[in-house]
């Protein structure tokens, strides 16, 4: 009963937390029947979450969460998009660079699913319906914070000029987006080999760092908030902890510190992974962060 009190808790400071945001990305915003386009949004990438919620947990299966988190931010982009009633160059780059990420993003993590056929994250938690429901309710607050910035310039009410934001956004952008998609793809093939079962990947831009995909989620995060700045203004500015939160999201709660502790199990008595651990930054290249761990 008090570990389901916690989980009701926790779903309900993430829903507080999403308000503080809908309010705040909601300054300047256009307006549809009388509501904030923006805040709008935010409570579609929530109810999204909460319709998916019921069959998942009657099926007790997680193989549809990924895939209703990149259908969310196509959701809310789109509809930010159609419900602002117009379109200008900025807007649409914006979005588009959005809709790429997500696309790409849904394809690859349903691949992934249908390969391996669970998700072990899940395995303690769908029988546990506040929990489970937790899950689905921080979803709708990764999609809000995360797209926060780029929604907040997309449904604003005075669209911004097209020019060098964009541009060294957009050149941020699509560097971190070729990092993620060419890292993935080396340490998909990497476990494809059967030889490899047993190791870590340390070759291609895994030698550079531990985490060259997450590298690349940050800094295409931050091209899209470099992207947004012209098209804010007010509390609107407030939506720009899009790639801190990112940062913090896959450096500090999941991401790098859940797999390099998986790794440290794993691999722990392997010397080879020591030195890799040793002469390997975690993030970012030429160590310009001292953490330290592995990549599993």
Not at 74 to 80: A, E, P
Not at 185 to 192: D, E, P, T, V, Y
Not at 232 to 255: H, N, Q
């Amino acid at each position: 009963m008090k570990d389901s009190a916690q989980y009701i808790g926790a779903s309900a400071a993430a829903v507080l937390v999403a308000a503080a945001v809908a309010w705040a990305g909601s300054d300047g915003s256009a307006t549809l029947g009388g509501w904030p386009v923006f805040a709008l949004c935010v409570a579609l990438a929530f109810v999204v979450q909460w319709v998916a919620f019921v069959p998942a947990f009657l099926m007790q299966t997680e193989r549809f969460f990924d895939l209703t988190g990149s259908v969310t931010f196509l959701s809310v982009i789109g509809f930010g998009l159609i419900a602002r009633g117009s379109f200008d160059a900025g807007s649409l780059a914006l979005a588009a660079m959005v809709a790429i990420w997500a696309l790409r993003l849904g394809f690859f993590l349903s691949a992934r699913i249908r390969r391996d056929g669970f998700d072990r994250r899940f395995t303690g938690i769908k029988p546990n319906a506040p929990m489970f429901f937790m899950t689905w309710t921080l979803q709708g607050l990764w999609v809000s914070l995360t797209a926060g910035c780029a929604l907040a310039a997309i449904v604003a009410v005075e669209s911004a000029p097209v020019g060098r934001w964009l541009a060294v956004g957009g050149l941020v952008w699509l560097l971190g987006f070729a990092l993620e998609v060419v890292a993935d793809g080396q340490k998909r093939r990497f476990r494809a080999e059967p030889k490899n079962a047993e190791r870590f990947i340390d070759q291609g831009l895994w030698r550079l760092c531990r985490h060259p995909n997450y590298l690349g989620e940050i800094m295409l995060w931050t091209g899209i908030a470099i992207a947004s700045v012209p098209a804010l203004a007010g509390w609107r500015y407030a939506t720009l902890i899009s790639p801190v939160f990112v940062w913090l999201l896959l450096t500090r709660i999941s991401g790098i510190r859940m797999l390099e502790a998986r790794a440290d199990r794993r691999w722990r008595d392997d010397p080879g992974y020591a030195a890799y651990k040793a002469r390997t930054p975690a993030l970012f290249p030429f160590r310009l962060a001292g953490r330290r761990g592995a990549a599993a």
